[in-house]
């Protein structure tokens, strides 16, 4: 049964800060990974997916990386700003129906 | 192009009623799938369908649950004789139909279900 656990699950940092999110799962047989960025109240926005072919993705000051052998994915995030403060989601997708395996999220607040 | 949308995005319903939320996919999408956010914890997969098809549902209770994605019209999520523990946000996403083993899921805003 696949399980994705992300680390930590709260993290505050000043403005400006480089940081990173991580994410594993259990089983390595994933088809793609998925990254999510959800406010309070509000719904999912996908930031990046990453095919199980690839190893890494990039928009803007995202940076997302996977290394299926290890069952281990990271979200960079470079020069953070206070609009960065939200909840983020990896979600992995396993197994031959397309459903998304999600992690319990980490929680980050940049402060200004 | 519209997003995946969502209605309503807020229901209250007292215990033993029945709650019916609704979703549009996106423009070109055949695939639905339905997430259950409960307070504090994560996002559950409940079902996943196409057109007329309930491929996979190993994530919705057995009783009182229900889905389906008519030929024509949104896919409906349907909860009977709603109890307390049902309030959540009820997530729903669409993907193209390639499906979502390579494709890209996109999530509506939900639909915040209160049961007094």
């Known amino acids: 049964k696949q399980e994705v656990t992300q680390i930590p699950a709260a993290l505050s940092v000043p403005e400006g800060e480089n940081l990173v999110l991580n994410c594993s799962f259990t089983?390595?047989?994933?088809?793609?990974l998925q990254w999510f960025r959800q406010d309070p109240g509000k719904g999912l926005t996908s930031l990046l997916l990453i095919q199980s072919s690839q190893r890494e993705q990039t928009s803007g000051r995202l940076n997302a990386s996977l290394d299926k052998s290890s069952g281990r994915s990271t979200l960079y995030i470079a020069a953070s700003q206070p609009g960065d403060s939200a909840t983020y989601l990896c979600?992995?997708?396993?197994?031959?129906?397309?459903?998304?395996?999600f992690g319990q999220g980490t929680t980050l607040q940049v402060k200004p | 192009n519209a997003g995946v949308m969502q209605n309503p995005r807020h229901l209250v319903r007292r215990r033993g009623q029945e709650a019916r939320l609704r979703c549009s996919p996106m423009?070109?999408?055949?695939?639905v799938y339905w997430y259950r956010q409960l307070p504090e914890e994560g996002l559950k997969f409940m079902v996943y369908l196409q057109k007329e098809n309930i491929i996979d549902e190993s994530g919705m209770p057995k009783e009182r649950f229900s889905a389906e994605f008519p030929k024509e019209g949104p896919s409906i999520l349907r909860i009977q004789q709603v109890v307390r523990g049902d309030s959540a946000a009820y997530f729903c996403?669409?993907?193209?139909?390639?499906?979502?083993?390579?494709?890209?899921?996109?999530f509506g805003e939900g639909s915040r279900l209160t049961v007094l």
């Open positions: 979600a992995v997708i396993s197994g031959n129906t397309g459903k998304l395996i």
């Open positions: 996403a669409s993907s193209r139909p390639s499906g979502g083993t390579t494709g890209e899921l996109f």
């Open positions: 089983d390595s047989a994933i088809y793609n």
């Open positions: 423009k070109g999408h055949s695939h």
